[in-house]
């Protein structure tokens, strides 16, 4: 029994600090993406940074030149992948940052799917419905009101069922023209 009791010990120690082993400086040296990171990290979103750390990405702010965009993927010079997030959205809250990480950290294709586009955007709205402060109003910007939008369709698809943000996306002009769906 003892045994037992000590292989269930080592293994809860092992799984439980293995979401505290990341390096968060091995993925940016920007203090607010940190502090992000960090938030993404205390409430258990461990498979964001397993899928940062398989592709080794590295993530920053950005001048992205288009408005719509609110971060992309992106490949350095040596081939590594990066997550760039659009400049104009330095100051927006933590929870928002941590947001667009996670929604960055699915797209493991240099090409992305309808599939991969829908998993990356469900698991924002996952985060944001997670990580958002209650009783908090957040300003009403572009990125709040995204945020809240794809929670609300991602709540209405645990509800009854249906993929809401696929269909959201199968159904945008911008996606269809980006997957050749025309």
């Known amino acids: ?11 809860f120690t092992f799984t439980a600090t293995q979401a505290f082993a990341y390096n968060l400086k091995s993925f940016t040296s ?33 001048h992205l030149t ?12 040596f081939g590594r992948r990066v997550i760039l997030i659009n400049s104009m959205y330095k100051d927006a809250p933590i929870e928002q940052i941590a947001c667009l990480i996670a929604h960055e950290s699915y797209h493991t294709a240099r090409k992305a799917t309808l599939e991969e586009e829908s998993l990356a955007t469900s698991k924002e709205a996952s985060c944001w419905t ?3 402060k209650k009783g908090v109003t957040y300003s009403q910007t572009k990125l709040t009101k995204r945020l809240d939008k ?33």
């Open 1 to 11: 029994m003892k045994k037992l009791l000590l292989v269930v010990l080592i293994f």
């Open 30 to 62: 920007d203090a607010k993406i940190m502090s992000a990171m960090q938030l993404l990290m205390q409430n258990g979103e461990t498979d964001v940074f397993r899928n940062l750390q398989k592709n080794a990405v590295k993530v920053k702010f950005y």
């Open 66 to 77: 288009m408005n719509n965009v609110y971060a992309a993927n992106a490949y350095d010079e």
């Open 130 to 132: 997670k990580l958002r």
């Open 150 to 182: 794809i929670a609300g369709l991602h709540l209405a698809s645990i509800e009854d069922g249906n993929n809401y943000i696929e269909d959201k996306i199968a159904n945008s002009s911008f996606y269809r023209s980006q997957f050749g769906l025309n």
